[in-house]
């Protein structure tokens, strides 16, 4: 309700100096003196029909596990006002609940209001906002802890004892002490579209480790996944997502390329460079990290006769690099001589890729 000044004559002369006759000075200081009344009482009329509202943050009555009522004070200020709360597990709130009115009347409100699916055993920040032509009003921040256990929680884990039809999921529950059930999403999408039956974690307070064997997968397709906790009275908590790729069957022959430096030496000892990449095909789906597992063997050799070899590690990017050395020529003739060695890699392969061989090269020596 709007605060209203209500006008009135002024008196005369006579109301306030009753008996006797004011003088003319005494008249314009009792006019003087009317005037500054009347226009503190248009001012304070104003005033208070032109004040933002005042707000005080009350307390969390009939605190559930899910529900909570938060009340607060609201002074409309003779406006009309509205209000809502903002509450969330953190300072940063994030929630609101609906805007109502307080009405615009000048006496302090009691105020409340519900929130709803709230997850059981968290810590909530709330607060009062108020609202009316003239500004806004915001109350302090205070805290309550909903009841019952906390929700579980879930940790998604490794895709372990992957096949080219099968796979098994793993994961880490904490059950925050009660009875909690889990299942794993997956599907060749982040939609997922099939779940693991649900298994059953009893309550506690130590994390459980979880497993999920998968049968029966296409090959050499890759699958998304994450894990879910679910406690009967909260919302599901869900860990992180993740993928895996089952082995493609038959394994896809990749190329592989090879340069050896220098080409000819004419000094013992003799160290050559070789380095190249494993390049799959380019329609393939699998990432580097899964195709480029194993090692690149290189041999110096002559014929079907080694010289010498060595094992490099091929990268995630699927380069490798690695030198063979021969301390003096081979075989036995003048020391003058030229000889040619051809340089070979293999490429061992691994679950996604068959294995492969580069490009014969030759080099000199002499």
């Known amino acids: 309700m709007r605060t ?6 002024a008196p005369s002369a006579a109301t306030i100096f009753p008996g006797r006759k004011p003088s003319n000075k005494t008249k314009r200081l009792a006019v003087a003196a009317m005037t500054a009344v009347a226009l503190l009482a248009v001012c304070v009329g104003a005033a208070l029909a032109s004040a933002s509202p005042t707000v005080s943050t009350g307390g969390a009555t009939d605190v559930g596990d899910n529900s909570a009522v938060l009340e607060a004070s609201i002074v409309p200020a003779a406006s009309p006002t509205t209000y809502f709360f903002q509450y969330g597990p953190t300072a940063a709130l994030g929630t609101q609940s609906a805007t ?7 006496a302090s409100e009691a105020v409340r209001a519900t929130v709803i699916g709230i997850s059981p055993g968290t810590i909530y920040y709330y607060r009062i906002e108020a609202s009316n032509s003239s500004g806004t009003a915001t109350g302090a921040t205070k805290t309550f802890l909903s009841g019952g256990n906390p929700p579980p929680g879930a940790t998604t884990g490794a895709a372990e004892s992957v096949t080219a039809d099968s796979v098994t999921l793993t994961g880490v ?3 925050q002490n009660q009875t909690t059930s889990y299942y794993f999403n997956y599907g ?10 649900a298994g059953t974690v009893p309550a506690g307070t130590v994390p459980v480790t979880v497993t999920a064997q998968i049968p029966g997968l296409e090959q050499g397709l890759t699958f998304q996944y994450e894990l879910v906790a679910v406690h009967s009275d909260a919302v599901p908590a869900s860990g992180a997502d993740a993928s895996f790729e089952t082995f493609p069957s ?7 390329t090879s340069s050896t430096t220098p ?12 380095s190249g990449r494993i390049i799959t095909n380019p329609a393939s789906s699998t990432p580097a990290s899964l195709a480029c597992v194993g090692t690149a063997q290189i041999t110096l050799g002559d014929g079907h006769k080694t010289l ?27 020391k003058g001589r030229v000889v040619r060695l051809g340089v070979y890699v293999h490429f061992s392969g691994g679950d996604y890729l068959a294995p492969a ?10």
């Open 308 to 334: 010498a070899k060595v094992l490099a590690p091929v990268q995630p990017n699927c380069t490798y690099a690695g030198s063979v050395t021969l301390r003096h020529l081979p075989g036995h003739g003048a």
């Open 250 to 256: 038959p394994a896809p022959k990749p190329d592989v």
């Open 188 to 197: 060749p999408t982040s939609a997922y579209g099939l779940e693991t039956a």
């Open 357 to 366: 061989g580069a490009k014969k090269a030759t080099v000199r020596l002499g």
């Open 263 to 274: 080409r000819a030496i004419h000094r013992a000892p003799y160290t050559f460079l070789t």
């Open 100 to 106: 109502t009115s307080a009405g615009a009347g000048a």
């Open 173 to 175: 529950i904490n059950p």
């Open 4 to 9: 209203r000044v209500k006008a009135t004559a």
